[in-house]
């Protein structure tokens, strides 16, 4: 049976608009906020959510999620509490959830034991940032036991052999890295996203998200004109980072309206 | 075979291997490559022991502890004089190593982390010597701890690029050298300084730093006309441990001990005794034993020694142990400080605070065991903890008539 994340590409695909996939760090400021913010983003045209589990070492990631990791940690987040906050929104929303973290809470709390819940409380798939395919067997097998969707990260610097490898271990959609580097907001969109994409279907037909520095709506119609989804993570957490709380909702909705309208743009 | 390790793929049994973003595994394997290529160089290995032994100072000597050994009424304790090194600790090894490395690949920027400073002013002492560009991240907090060796780096021409996220320590001065190596990939070079993050690291550090090893089995049998009873070496990473034990691995009767820093004592918690702290888990790109909370967040880390202050232990000695092949234990900080203290005064060597550790090990040891010979790595000298040892021995620094132990 295939999770939410499938049905949600194909329908877009049949409307030929590319999905908007953003990313909150879940527990940012707190729980409460992130379920409403996930609705402000569902209500603004986002298709996609993924929920970052907050980790006390992002190698990952740029300066504006790390402060929002140490936000959601010095608020007590767990991977419980993100459990929680993910069965929140399930009760209101059928929007596909994908948790994305790093292996180490993860591993923590046990893969079989994870899996389990998380298709209890509603969640479609993982994404784990420092989790290598050559590493990822065990982990693997136990997400897909639950039925699943495992999403792996191909890079600018993936050889052929390793978009091949990583297409093998994913299911729902390829996460594309759209630069080396870090995340965090860009001024352009790499000159590598239309090459790797063009590359990596040769070896896969899921559908291909791209991310890393995209934040405008004129970035995301550069993307949407070639990919499948367009992720936008650093600009959401920016704006939840800085702005009054009785703005913060309507700020998310519409920053999400534009840069769905951009992506589709990309289409016409 | 233990001596053999690591597979293909970079595991130490279940440990080690490679958890790093995609962004890095591709130049992961061209690392390796590059590193087996070398292995095999003869020019390469030429130009590298040349530098060991010319501008590094090798072989260092091997040193048997008379007076010591004498007052302690037990063992005879030798000790590997790393600290005589160029640079002031084993760290020179592998980052000459690692430069050479770094120039054959053509990558002319090299960044690197420190956490006491001994391994950055060693990456910026090696790329002045190659004439490559240098840049050492390190946390705050250690800056200011080691404002010595800050300053030692910039006077060879390296920029030392202060970290303030997290606890301004060595965990996230790595995680940032990590963050710009994703990001400048291309051109730039990741030396990293102790047997720890995704493979092929921790086999190439160690191999940098088995000549610790080597020297001293070839020296201790001339010596003594046999092999130690004991290899003792503190472990922070591990590289100097590992460095030592390699040579000893297939030698069953040589007891490998690594001592960990117990820092103000395991049940305060502000400690890096990862084996007894700990749990396996994933950091910086290997999985080993990690000191972590129940939610799998890393956990804070306390050591008056600044180069043992780490979350995650180097992935082999998480195999040597639960092979049974080493055992490890910690020293608390108090303990590490008096074994500095008797060192110096008994023989004259000024230990560096992470090597302290090894010889209060050997201090508590030696009495039990007369007969046996203990080997103990001293892997660097103190000149860059005198302002610690000041902090920390207030008594002796005020009144230099007081005995202080």
């Given at each position: 049976m295939p999770t939410r994340i499938a049905p949600c590409f194909d329908s877009l695909r049949a409307n030929n608009e590319p999905a908007l996939i953003a990313y909150v760090t879940a527990g940012d400021p707190d729980p409460e906020t992130t379920v409403e913010i996930v609705a402000a983003l569902e209500r603004g045209g986002a298709d996609l959510i993924e929920l970052g589990v907050p980790f006390?070492?992002?190698?990952?990631?740029?300066p504006v999620i790390m402060r929002a990791s140490e936000r959601a940690l010095a608020a007590g987040t767990t991977v419980e509490k993100v459990l929680d906050i993910a069965a929140q929104i399930r009760q209101r929303s059928q929007i596909p959830l994908v948790l994305f973290t790093y292996l180490n809470p993860v591993m923590r709390y046990g893969f079989d034991r994870l899996a389990a819940r998380a298709k209890q409380v509603g969640i479609d798939g993982f994404l784990l940032t420092d989790l290598s395919v050559e590493e990822a067997g065990s982990f693997v097998d136990a997400v897909k036991s639950a039925g699943l969707d495992t999403v792996f990260l191909v890079a600018p610097t993936s050889t052929d052999h390793r978009l091949q490898l990583v297409a093998k271990y994913c299911s729902g959609f390829v996460y594309v890295?759209?630069?080396?580097?870090?995340t965090g907001e860009q001024s352009q969109v790499s000159a590598s996203v239309a090459p790797l994409v063009e590359r990596l279907r040769g070896f896969t037909d899921l559908p291909l998200g791209v991310g890393f520095g995209i934040s405008t709506a004129a970035q995301a119609a550069q993307v949407g004109a070639v990919a499948d989804g367009v992720v936008v993570g650093s600009s959401f957490v920016r704006a939840i980072e800085s702005t009054p709380p009785a703005d913060l909702f309507d700020t998310i909705e519409r920053m999400a309206r534009d840069l769905k309208r951009g992506a589709k743009a990309g289409r016409s | 075979m233990l001596s053999s390790m690591?597979?293909?793929?970079?595991?130490?049994g279940p440990y080690g291997g490679r958890y790093v973003p995609e962004v890095l595994m591709a130049p992961l394997d061209e690392l390796e490559q590059a590193y087996r290529k070398v292995q095999a160089d003869p020019d390469f290995q030429a130009e590298l022991a040349g530098l060991l032994k010319n501008?590094?100072?090798?072989?260092t000597p091997l040193y048997y502890a008379k007076r010591l050994s004498e007052k302690l009424g037990g063992a005879k304790i030798y000790f590997k004089?790393?600290?005589?090194?160029h640079t002031g600790a084993h760290k020179i090894n592998n980052a000459l190593g690692q430069a050479l490395l770094a120039r054959n690949m053509g990558k002319r920027r090299i960044i690197a982390e420190t956490g006491a400073g001994q391994h950055g002013v060693a990456t910026a002492t090696a790329c002045a010597l190659l004439g490559l560009g240098c840049r050492v991240y390190m946390g705050e907090e250690d800056m200011r701890r080691q404002r010595l060796n800050v300053f030692r780096m910039r006077l060879l021409g390296a920029e030392v690029f202060g970290v303030t996220n997290g606890s301004r320590t060595l965990k996230d001065a790595i995680s940032e050298a990590m963050r710009d190596w994703v990001t400048n990939v291309d051109n730039t070079y990741y030396l990293l300084g102790?047997?720890?993050?995704?493979?092929p690291y921790p086999m190439m550090v160690r191999d940098f730093h088995r000549c610790i090893g080597d020297e001293a089995r070839e020296q201790i049998l001339l010596a003594e006309g046999r092999l130690p009873d004991a290899a003792i070496a503190c472990v922070g990473g591990g590289s100097n441990a590992i460095g030592l034990f390699q040579a000893f691995?297939?030698?069953?009767?040589v007891h490998l001990i690594g001592v960990e820093a117990g820092g103000k004592g395991k049940a305060t918690g502000e400690?890096?005794?990862?084996?007894?702290?700990g749990a396996p888990g994933v950091l910086h790109g290997a999985y080993s034993y990690l000191l972590q909370d129940n939610d799998g967040q890393v956990a804070l880390t306390h050591s008056v020694s600044a180069g043992l202050d780490y979350a995650l232990i180097g992935p082999q000695h998480a195999y040597l142990h639960d092979q049974g092949r080493a055992e490890y234990v910690d020293c608390d900080d108090a303990t590490a400080l008096a074994a500095a203290v008797e060192l110096s005064r008994v023989e004259g060597l000024i230990p560096a605070l992470e090597s302290a550790h090894a010889v209060a090990e050997a201090i508590a040891r030696a009495p039990r065991l007369p007969g046996h010979v203990l080997l103990v790595n001293l892997?660097?000298?103190?000149d860059k903890d005198i302002d610690i040892y000041r902090e920390n021995l207030k008594e002796l620094d005020a009144d230099s008539h007081s005995p202080m132990f």
């Open positions: 006390s070492d992002p190698i990952a990631d740029g890295v759209s630069r080396t580097g870090v | 690591p597979d293909a793929g970079g595991h130490f501008y590094a100072g090798r072989p004089r790393e600290d005589l090194l102790s047997a720890l993050g995704a493979h691995i297939g030698d069953p009767g400690h890096a005794a990862r084996f007894s702290g892997s660097g000298r103190g």
